[in-house]
């Protein structure tokens, strides 16, 4: 089973591109939230660990991963509203956010005291690693399931306007690292945290994989450099394109068990050119449509 951390929203997007007054539209969303579900719609045996309110909107995002095929066994729910991401989205559909998450639901996410035998890997990112008190929660998961051997990938999907201290939330990045397997991000997440991908790679994860838009992907490891280009697609726009290459990884990674730090580190160059391709081709087709609407499995061609 792979177990995906962190928070569940609701993404207001405007209905129109470039035009500030645009009808707002709510979509479900959030980094590991657009995760579990396209795990979920790939087939993968997926749950999502998480804190969710019980209000419409956190009703209507709990009853989307039940149609999904997303277990919610290990859900923690509660009165508080449910967190709002605000989407402003650029000519070329590119998205950025202000974010409403004052006493909101997921920021009491609770360590849960053990996670089921079958967990194989566990993903977190984004808000839930900044956002307080449950950030500290979600470190101390991370730390307590590495320590036993579990495979971790982390995105850290940088939002800018909810770090308060970049260089404190820097130096915890950096720490997070010897316990992360598999570390993904954008150009513009690794342009933020400083140019030390070589320092990051040698700090502990087995790969690094950084996402250049239309250009492609590239996979860093001990033992190279691998990329392959971007799929072309009409956007729509970008909303959970990174969120979806870091299900398409996780689940090939699963369905060719390779889901260990040795197994990563060895891959040779075919397979991180499959790896790579099958996930831009799936992050591609998440451009072709408005929103976070990752793609089905019959979709792709076989992992």
């Not at 991000?185 to 239309?214: H, K, N, Q």
Request: net charge negative; charged share 20%; aromatic share 6%.
């Amino acid at each position: 089973m792979i177990v995906v951390a962190g928070e569940a929203l609701i993404d207001l997007v405007p209905g129109a591109r470039g035009d500030a007054l645009a009808p707002l539209l709510p979509a479900r969303g959030g980094g590991p939230y657009n995760t579990a579900v396209a795990l979920g719609r790939l087939g993968a045996d997926v749950a999502f660990c998480s804190r969710i309110s019980t209000d419409a909107f956190g009703e209507s995002l709990v009853e989307r991963l039940r149609e999904e095929n997303v277990s919610t066994a290990l859900l923690q729910r509660g009165p508080e509203p449910t967190s709002l991401a605000v989407a402003s989205l650029g000519a070329d559909g590119s998205a950025s956010y202000a974010f409403h998450v004052a006493e909101c639901a997921d920021r009491l996410f609770l360590t849960p005291s053990q996670l089921p035998s079958s967990v194989s890997a566990l993903s977190f990112g984004t808000c839930s690693l900044v956002l307080e008190p449950g950030a500290s929660g979600y470190e101390e998961l991370m730390r307590r399931e590495a320590a036993r051997g579990v495979f971790v990938a982390l995105d850290p999907n940088i939002r800018a306007g909810l770090i308060a201290d970049p260089d404190a939330y820097r130096a915890r990045f950096r720490s997070w690292l010897p316990h992360v397997t598999l570390l993904k991000l954008s150009e513009e997440d690794a342009d933020w945290l400083g140019p030390d991908l070589p320092g990051w790679l040698a700090a502990g994860p087995a790969a690094v994989v950084l996402t250049r838009g239309a250009k492609g992907l590239t996979a860093f490891t001990a033992h190279g450099e691998f990329s392959v280009p971007g799929v072309p697609v009409t956007v729509a726009d970008t909303i959970g394109a990174g969120d979806t290459v870091n299900a398409a990884l996780l689940h090939a990674l699963s369905r060719r068990d390779l889901l260990s730090r040795e197994a990563v580190a060895s891959l040779p160059a075919d397979a991180w050119h499959s790896l790579l391709t099958y996930a831009a081709h799936a992050a591609a087709l998440t451009c072709a449509k408005p929103g976070a609407e990752p793609p089905y499995a019959a979709e792709l061609p076989p992992v």
